[in-house]
């Protein structure tokens, strides 16, 4: 008799199984013993099950053909356990059909015929309704013995959510029922292969694919429609029935917008990697909408188009990182045969901020078929303006922004004062470098001075973009005072030097700018006007960086600080 887990336990169970499997559904062979990590106890042998059925299943996938043994070597300390969960395997070491069939369940109104497939929650089959005589799905919850109440709730909010769904394009729900004590519920069987299946064996062609991803777009914004997100679109959830009409399936992860219970946590991950948006990606449950199955439609429509998703790493946690933090190839990197139009379309749907997106489902239907037309599409209308648009945006570190936002705010006030200094000694034309360069060398070590006791005195930022920040800062430092130490040569007056330091430092916004996002353009460009003012009139720049440059510097930081 297996211990009951806490919710808490479940449902990191339930999210170490998904990654697992996402790993081996983009192609990679992960082992169990990188997933177990420091789970212990029930939760420890709970999670070892889940992964053994799973792996197991991927393996014969594979062609493998793995034993009982091999797996009680693997894991010695359950070994007896092993043994009782390969009978729910499927048909691993089964001697004849019939054996396996003897651990099918015993449903009742049903004759169950095959299994389809299973998952780390639930199995499929493949069953006869006696009543109507036909060939359904019939999706069950696995073993009582390690059933939760987890596991039921997001079983029935499937079958429930599925259920409010009349659409030619999704997967039917007949029947919700228990057995034994476990609920199950009947659907639809679409006989023929998923789009997964298909894409293996050739791509598609531009109308091909366009047409296809339009009618999944129309069912998905009919979902939406109802309040619900699918949030693991993906070409193995997509069904292709023998006419080819595709059929979107497997509502496990779907989210009920209009339940407010809050069923999924903050910070939970869940999905496939390859197919999750940004904000999925980063467990932002919240944030997750509709704009996260367009996300999931670009992805596959690209898949389509090329033959792989537009993100796959090494690993999952790899594939998360590429998800959140590049952007993808065109399509036409990999398949230069597609039309520019039909990867304007797709790259629109990968745009890492939902706002970037088609607003709605509907939207891309309706652009691809605006494509299938022959005519211009909205993807590629006003390329302008969204090149413009992208300049100015913020970027997604919006965490390491509000890291540093004491340090700016900082930095803001420093530059107030030293400028205030500047601009009386250029305002008395005192031409002797000296104060000048202590004046330099003030902000230098001030600046330095906040950065090391607000950020960096635990030891140096982890963060690949904070060094990027420091070297910058380095580097302009270093260009100011080579700088003025070559101008002081040449014998020009000191006055001449300040538009050029002013330029420096918008150089310098400028390169934060590039990384963490527009607002810092614009820093660049008061510092530009303040070059300006300066070369018309000694102290006038320094002047306006004091009273307008530094305050909107100070502003930038406690904005960021409320984030």
Known sequence: MNDPLSLSAERRVDEVCVRFESAWQAGQVVKIEEYL????????????????????????????????EEYRSRFPTHVDSISCWYPSAPTIGCDSPAEAASSWPDVPGYEIVAELGRGAMGVVYK????????IVALKMILAASHCSIDHIQRFLAEARAVARLTHPNIVQIYEIGECNGLPYFSMEYVPGSNLAAWVKESLLSDMEAAQLIEVVARAMHYTHGQHIVHRDLKPANILRTQGGLPKVADFGL???????????????????PSYMAPEQATGKANEIGPSADIYAMGAILYELLTGRPPFRGAGALETLRLVVEQPPQPPRAFN?????????ICLKCLQKAPADRYPTADALADDLATFLHGESVQAQSGSATRFIAAVFRESRYT???????????????????????????????????TPYYVTWLVKMFADWGLAYFLRIRGGPPALPVERQLLQIWMFFWANHFVTAWLYQRSGAPVAGFTPITE???????????????GSFYVSAALCVVGAMLSAQRPGAGTLFGAVVTSPYFFYLGWRHRRL
């Open 399 to 433: 965490a390491v922004m509000r890291l540093w936002s004491g340090v700016w705010m900082g930095l803001a006030v420093n530059a107030f004062f030293i400028c205030l200094t500047q601009a009386l000694l250029l305002w008395y034309q005192v031409q002797d470098y």
């Open 127 to 134: 069953a006869r309704h006696l009543k109507f005589d036909r």
């Open 37 to 68: 990590g420091d789970a212990s106890g029930p939760e420890r042998t709970a999670l070892l099950r889940e992964l053994v059925r799973l792996e197991v299943e991927y393996r014969i996938r594979r062609g493998e053909q793995p034993t009982i």
């Open 254 to 272: 779907a989210k009920d917008l209009s339940d407010d219970s809050g069923g999924t946590r903050t910070g939970a991950i869940l999905g496939t």
């Open 336 to 344: 230069a045969r597609v039309d520019r139009a039909l990867e304007a």
């Open 503 to 517: 330029m420096l430092t918008a150089l310098t916004f400028a390169a934060m700018g590039a990384i963490l996002g």
